[in-house]
């Protein structure tokens, strides 16, 4: 009887096929790439929604960067755990040599794939409508990227693991409209009416696009950014280890 495979290559190999998975998806590439395409064209050639002083072009596409994250590490996986666990995957994997911590951690490694090819599609598209990003600010940049990430996907793992498939489904896209509008992605919480910008700027999201958009834009790291996205991240991860479900 032959010995399972290193851990390091069973976690690879999962986020191998975790992440063939989330491409072939239509659905979920079409909320991970195809709309936030179509939401940089609007914000570049459009005057709405205001974004602010400056270049719309600077300042829609790390809001349209942000996006993609929420996109790829909210929505796309709470959906995918959702049917997952309703399908009972996660179960059966949990009990292979993958282990649960395994399986989590492949999962974490696909979504970094995506996103990884989201940057490079929407970056080369705001290149050439003339984004001219402050390369200082790129490590600010994938520094927020790996903890805003590391937010959404605990939040995305906390509504997947209480929700029925269904439930999940119709929540993650809700949140997603939700967040588009008046999250603080696109458009900047300073944008956003009086009393709805108090309750946005503690937001992950808004988090998330105001420090891409002073890591590209000033090269800056916003430390109010990346301790709300902290705050959000740490929050949610006791919250899944404490109430996540491993079937239906």
Request: contains cysteine.
């Amino acid at each position: 009887m032959s010995a399972p495979a290193p851990s390091r290559a069973r976690v690879l190999h999962q986020a191998r096929f975790e992440l063939a998975t989330l491409l072939a998806n239509g659905e979920q590439l079409l909320v991970s790439l195809v709309l936030p395409l179509g939401a940089l064209v609007l914000a570049a050639y459009t005057s709405m929604p205001a974004l602010g002083e400056g270049r719309r072009i600077d300042l829609a596409t790390p809001g349209v960067l942000a996006l993609c994250i929420v996109s790829a590490a909210f929505t796309a996986q709470a959906i995918a755990t959702g049917f997952d666990r309703r399908y009972a995957v996660l179960r059966l994997l949990g009990t292979t040599p993958l282990g649960r911590s395994g399986l989590l951690w492949g999962k974490a490694i696909a979504t970094l794939g995506v996103e990884a090819l989201q940057w490079l599609v929407i970056g080369g598209v705001g290149l050439a409508l003339g984004w001219r990003p402050v390369l200082a600010g790129l490590p600010a940049g994938l520094l927020l990227l790996l903890v805003g990430t590391w937010a959404f996907v605990a939040l995305a793992l906390l509504l997947a693991g209480v929700l029925r498939a269904e439930g999940v489904l119709a929540v993650a896209n809700l949140v997603w409209v939700v967040l588009l509008v008046g999250g603080g992605l696109i458009m900047p919480v300073a944008q956003l009416p009086g009393p709805w910008a108090v309750v946005a700027q503690w937001l992950p999201s808004a988090a998330l696009g105001d420090g891409l958009r002073a890591a590209f834009g000033w090269g800056t790291i916003d430390l109010r950014a990346l301790l709300v996205l902290g705050v959000w991240g740490a929050g949610a991860t006791a919250l899944a280890a404490r109430t996540f479900r491993w079937s239906d």
